[in-house]
T-cell receptor, first 112, second 114 residues
């Protein structure tokens, strides 16, 4: 079945450092790909998404490119802030499939 | 403002009692979902519903029950048969069919059973 694997955390960075969180997927056909963010004690918020190969999703300085050849959707940000500290989830939704599969989540802590 | 509401935010129950968690959405979404999240863990799907009066078991349905009598509402009952019910419960909704429909999440209910 469809699945998502993302890099294990926790990840600790200093403010203004470059962030990469790796995400790879296994799916039949052409899934849609998502990154969600969860702040402590809250639900998940959509950060960005991409629905076809080579699409780049972006929001709040975060970016991720849908790479079909490497089945990847890595999350990047050029300069992280303390306020980016949260748990990040990679997810996929299969074509014509209303079910969504989530990765295990990666906890990011940014220190001043 | 459209969104998903879950109530209450914190819930405490004694072991052996059933408890019902509320989830309401005003996004006019056909599909609704319940997930369980344990500390430091990802999301595990409990039940989902793609249309009123129909629902399917997810990966960890044992000890839980749901109903979908209205499009806007998808309550989850945690029964006494659930062996380890203490967790953070998240409700979500989405559009159906085709590409790109993300799930929208509520703020969650933290259930503690002692």
């Amino acid at each position: 079945g469809d699945s998502v694997t993302q890099m294990e955390g926790p990840v600790t960075l200093s403010e203004e450092a470059f962030l990469t969180i790796n995400c790879t997927y296994t799916a039949t056909g052409y899934p849609s790909l998502f990154w969600y963010v969860q702040y402590p004690g809250e639900g998940l918020q959509l950060l960005l998404k991409a629905t076809k190969a080579d699409d780049k999703g972006s929001n709040k300085g975060f970016e991720a490119t849908y790479r079909k050849e490497t089945t990847s959707f890595h999350l990047e940000k050029g300069s992280v802030q303390v306020s980016d500290s949260a748990v990040y989830f990679c997810a996929l939704r299969g074509y014509n499939n209303n079910d969504m599969r989530f990765g295990a989540g990666t906890r990011l802590t940014v220190k001043p | 403002d459209g969104g998903i509401t879950q109530s209450p935010k914190y819930l405490f129950r004694k072991e052996g009692q059933n408890v019902t968690l509320s989830c309401e959405q005003n996004l006019n979404h056909d599909a609704m979902y319940w997930y369980r999240q344990d500390p430091g863990q990802g999301l595990r799907l409990i039940y989902y519903s793609q249309i009123v009066n129909d629902f399917q078991k997810g990966d960890i349905a044992e000890g839980y029950s749901v109903s979908r009598e209205k499009k806007e509402s998808f309550p989850l009952t945690v029964t006494s048969a659930q062996k380890n019910p203490t967790a953070f419960y998240l409700c979500a909704s989405s559009g159906t069919g085709g590409l790109g429909y993300e799930q929208y999440f509520g703020p969650g209910t933290r259930l503690t059973v002692t």
